[in-house]
């Protein structure tokens, strides 16, 4: 039995391997239903494009997940414990082979809050083809608070990959916004021949601390808007009797109510200033200032 669907199309031309990702969290059907669309239309000219579609069951049940989050199970740990049979733990040992062989990767993904704004999440050597989004934020330094998704399997591979997050799952926009991702993502990997669309500029978002609940449930203060700049002392939500306020970093994200503990409650990033961007090495010189 498989948890996975794959539709590969191979370009007449030699070229790059690019793996898109939908359904990693079942719920967020604005992407599955772009794959089903596009997919029988699409062209390819140069390599091989492997559209992936993951943890179908979820898809199924229109949940994010079944047994456990999808976009935390590239856990080498995880992986390697036979005994291990989780369904998501078994669906990244599927995908595992062809992120493996890939040279890019696109994960594609919606949000379940309405006010979202859509935005990037990859590493530096990712940054120049995560230029070309057709988005204004580019988040990293992900790996070390949030561990295990598919992007994170690339980076320790130092691969160019990302996850596109193409706004709210209930707005069709979201479907349009990632469709043109898609498609300049082909474009700048070379396995389409089609020009990239103007894209706005960047703001670039380095996340700073993910605040889990170890003691108590955690309730938020009030709704925030994700990416929400905070004054000095605000606020943030209640564990147990702990106030919580934002230790480093001023641009919150994700907030959410925990009954559970050692559950992820909240981020906290900083915005990176083009001066100091300079610093941060960009070790992708083949998408440096896009095509
Ligand atoms: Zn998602």
């Not at 989780?86 to 379940?112: C, F, G, K, M, W």
């Not at 021949?193 to 605040?211: D, E, G, H, T």
């Not at 147990?240 to 919150?252: C, S």
Request: charged letters at 30%; a negative charge.
């Amino acid at each position: 039995m498989t948890n996975i669907r794959i539709i590969e199309k191979v370009g007449n031309n030699p070229g790059k391997t690019t793996i898109m990702i939908t359904g990693v969290h079942g719920n967020e059907k604005v992407n599955v239903k772009l794959f089903d669309r596009i997919i029988p239309e699409l062209r390819i000219d140069n390599g091989r494009v492997v559209f992936l579609y993951a943890n179908l069951e979820a898809i199924e049940q229109n949940k994010r997940f079944i047994d456990i989050n999808l976009n935390r199970a590239f856990i080498r740990e995880l992986l390697d414990d036979e005994d291990n049979k989780l369904l998501e733990v078994q669906t990244a040992r599927e995908i595992i082979p062809y992120l493996d062989n890939a040279d890019y990767l696109l994960d594609l993904h919606s949000s379940n809050s309405p006010d979202s704004k859509p935005f990037v999440i990859c590493e530096p050597q990712s940054f120049g083809l995560a230029k070309s989004m057709p988005c204004g934020l580019i988040t990293f330094n992900w790996d070390e608070f949030e561990p295990g998704s598919t992007e994170y399997w690339m980076n320790l591979q130092n691969k160019v990959a990302m996850e596109f997050e193409g706004g709210y799952l209930g707005d069709s926009a979201s479907g349009l916004r990632a469709e043109e991702a898609l498609m300049n993502f082909l474009s700048l990997t070379g396995n389409i021949n089609c020009a990239i669309r103007r894209v706005p500029n960047k703001k670039f978002l380095r996340i700073v601390s993910l605040y889990k609940n170890k003691e108590s449930s955690f309730g938020k203060s009030r709704e925030f808007a994700d990416f929400e700049k905070l004054k000095e002392k605000t606020l943030i939500g209640t564990e147990g009797n702990k106030k919580v306020y934002a230790d480093k970093g001023n641009i919150l994200l994700f907030v959410r109510d925990r009954e559970e503990l050692d559950q992820e409650c909240f981020l906290i990033a900083e915005e990176i200033d083009k001066e100091n961007l300079l610093n941060i090495k960009e070790q992708d010189n083949l998408f440096k200032g896009g095509k």
